[in-house]
């Protein structure tokens, strides 16, 4: 499975929110009728970034989003599983992800978080692989003015789903 590089880089305002959007070209994004929110990750040592708020938080606005887009939120064995991350401190964590012919072998992928990255995966749970991914970034330096941003940020992440065809 094929997994597209940056497809769009989306910056306004003065800070300069930047959304990412990376998806599997392969997939037929229409089949996707509901989704699960399977959890996230805060990976944020300051405690307005780091609570169980902030999940809720972030969890609320997915589920308000793909409803939006026309998505059903289920609670058990959705067409899409949904994992978050929210980034702390610069650094790089590796995911490895089925990949290859009837997923034999793997695809590492590094994935940057700094205080301000929202990453949104999509996965299509009969393949266990990735299909979409949106990263949002804000570039603030005050965890409290991120916070103050995340709606936004899962709004202009999830406004980039389902992607475009080529």
Known sequence: ????????????????????????QSVDFSKFKTFTIRGGRLNS?????????????????????????????????????????LGAARKNEIETYPAGWRGWGTRVVRVPYTEGTLVLDLRDPSTKSLVWRGIAREEKSDASKVEGKLDDMVKKAIDKYPPKPK
């Open 1 to 24: 499975m094929k997994l597209a590089g940056l497809l769009l880089i989306l910056a306004t305002g003065a800070f300069a929110q930047k959304i990412e959007v990376e998806f599997d």
């Open 45 to 85: 040592k300051n405690p307005s970034l780091n609570s169980e708020l902030v999940k809720k938080r972030i969890e609320a606005d997915i589920q308000k989003y793909l409803t939006a887009k026309g998505l059903t939120p289920v609670e058990e064995a959705g067409d899409l599983n949904v994992r978050y991350s």
